[in-house]
Protein backbone atom coordinates (compact mmCIF):
# COMPACT_ATOMS: atom_id res chain seq x y z
CA UNK A 1 0.00 0.00 0.00
CA UNK A 2 0.82 3.54 -0.93
CA UNK A 3 0.74 6.26 1.52
CA UNK A 4 0.13 10.06 0.49
CA UNK A 5 0.12 12.49 3.47
CA UNK A 6 -1.32 16.07 3.02
CA UNK A 7 -3.26 18.92 4.71
CA UNK A 8 -0.28 20.68 6.97
CA UNK A 9 0.32 24.17 7.40
CA UNK A 10 1.41 27.00 9.51
CA UNK A 11 -1.13 28.18 12.02
CA UNK A 12 -1.12 30.07 14.90
CA UNK A 13 -1.65 28.69 18.58
CA UNK A 14 -5.61 27.72 19.02
CA UNK A 15 -6.06 27.19 15.39
CA UNK A 16 -7.34 24.08 13.88
CA UNK A 17 -5.51 22.26 10.69
CA UNK A 18 -7.07 18.75 9.01
CA UNK A 19 -4.46 15.95 7.83
CA UNK A 20 -5.38 13.33 5.44
CA UNK A 21 -3.84 10.23 4.41
CA UNK A 22 -4.70 8.39 1.11
CA UNK A 23 -4.02 5.02 0.30
CA UNK A 24 -4.17 2.95 -2.57
CA UNK A 25 -5.00 -0.29 -2.88
CA UNK A 26 -8.05 -2.48 -2.34
CA UNK A 27 -7.16 -3.61 0.76
CA UNK A 28 -7.21 -0.56 2.65
CA UNK A 29 -9.91 -1.41 5.04
CA UNK A 30 -8.15 -4.27 6.73
CA UNK A 31 -5.41 -1.86 7.91
CA UNK A 32 -4.60 -0.67 11.26
CA UNK A 33 -3.89 3.28 10.70
CA UNK A 34 -2.47 5.77 12.21
CA UNK A 35 -0.29 8.89 12.90
CA UNK A 36 2.88 9.74 14.27
CA UNK A 37 4.80 12.67 14.40
CA UNK A 38 8.57 13.59 14.69
CA UNK A 39 10.17 17.02 15.84
CA UNK A 40 13.06 18.13 15.41
CA UNK A 41 15.89 16.75 17.52
CA UNK A 42 13.11 13.96 18.92
CA UNK A 43 11.89 10.70 18.35
CA UNK A 44 8.85 9.76 16.73
CA UNK A 45 5.94 9.81 18.37
CA UNK A 46 2.74 7.80 18.57
CA UNK A 47 -0.56 10.47 18.62
CA UNK A 48 -3.54 8.70 17.09
CA UNK A 49 -4.44 5.40 15.54
CA UNK A 50 -8.02 3.38 14.30
CA UNK A 51 -8.97 -0.13 14.30
CA UNK A 52 -9.57 -1.61 10.76
CA UNK A 53 -13.57 -0.55 11.08
CA UNK A 54 -13.13 2.73 12.64
CA UNK A 55 -14.90 1.80 15.44
CA UNK A 56 -12.07 2.04 18.29
CA UNK A 57 -9.54 4.88 18.04
CA UNK A 58 -6.58 5.62 20.63
CA UNK A 59 -5.08 8.80 21.65
CA UNK A 60 -1.78 9.99 22.89
CA UNK A 61 -2.36 11.94 26.60
CA UNK A 62 -1.31 14.89 25.08
CA UNK A 63 -3.55 15.51 21.96
CA UNK A 64 -6.35 13.56 23.45
CA UNK A 65 -9.59 15.97 24.07
CA UNK A 66 -7.78 18.09 20.75
CA UNK A 67 -7.50 15.75 18.02
CA UNK A 68 -9.83 13.73 16.50
CA UNK A 69 -8.66 10.34 13.90
CA UNK A 70 -11.58 9.08 11.34
CA UNK A 71 -11.17 7.17 8.04
CA UNK A 72 -13.48 6.82 5.36
CA UNK A 73 -12.90 3.77 3.83
CA UNK A 74 -15.09 3.71 0.70
CA UNK A 75 -12.39 6.85 0.02
CA UNK A 76 -9.15 5.10 1.51
CA UNK A 77 -8.62 7.83 3.48
CA UNK A 78 -7.43 8.41 7.50
CA UNK A 79 -7.79 11.94 8.62
CA UNK A 80 -6.62 13.88 11.96
CA UNK A 81 -8.57 17.04 12.86
CA UNK A 82 -6.37 18.88 15.03
CA UNK A 83 -8.21 21.90 17.13
CA UNK A 84 -6.56 23.99 19.91
CA UNK A 85 -3.00 23.74 18.33
CA UNK A 86 -0.36 24.26 20.62
CA UNK A 87 3.10 25.31 19.40
CA UNK A 88 4.78 21.76 20.70
CA UNK A 89 2.43 20.14 18.57
CA UNK A 90 4.49 21.26 15.78
CA UNK A 91 6.37 18.65 13.97
CA UNK A 92 6.21 16.43 10.71
CA UNK A 93 3.29 14.57 10.79
CA UNK A 94 3.72 10.91 9.48
CA UNK A 95 0.39 8.66 8.49
CA UNK A 96 0.73 4.83 8.91
CA UNK A 97 -0.73 1.03 8.25
CA UNK A 98 -0.61 -1.79 9.51
CA UNK A 99 -1.62 -4.64 7.37
CA UNK A 100 -1.71 -7.47 10.34
CA UNK A 101 -4.87 -8.66 11.85
CA UNK A 102 -4.18 -7.79 15.69
CA UNK A 103 -6.04 -8.20 18.82
CA UNK A 104 -4.65 -5.23 19.47
CA UNK A 105 -3.68 -1.76 17.46
CA UNK A 106 -0.45 -0.14 18.20
CA UNK A 107 0.90 2.52 19.15
CA UNK A 108 4.30 2.33 18.58
CA UNK A 109 6.06 2.49 14.90
CA UNK A 110 7.18 -1.24 15.49
CA UNK A 111 3.53 -2.02 14.75
CA UNK A 112 3.36 -0.34 10.70
CA UNK A 113 4.77 -1.50 7.73
CA UNK A 114 4.01 1.26 5.58
CA UNK A 115 4.88 5.00 6.21
CA UNK A 116 3.62 8.09 4.05
CA UNK A 117 5.73 10.59 3.60
CA UNK A 118 5.34 13.30 6.25
CA UNK A 119 3.41 16.62 6.13
CA UNK A 120 4.63 20.01 8.19
CA UNK A 121 3.12 21.17 10.60
CA UNK A 122 3.80 24.41 12.13
CA UNK A 123 2.40 26.20 15.33
CA UNK A 124 3.37 29.60 15.73
CA UNK A 125 2.92 31.14 19.37
Known amino acids: VQLQASGGGLVQAGGSLRLSCAAS????????MGWFRQAPGMEREFVAATSRSGGSTYYADSVKGRFTISRDIAKNTVNLQMNSLKPEDTAVYYC???????????????????WGQGTLVTVSS
Open 96 to 114: AADRWSRTVVGTTADFYQY
Open 25 to 32: GRTFGTYT
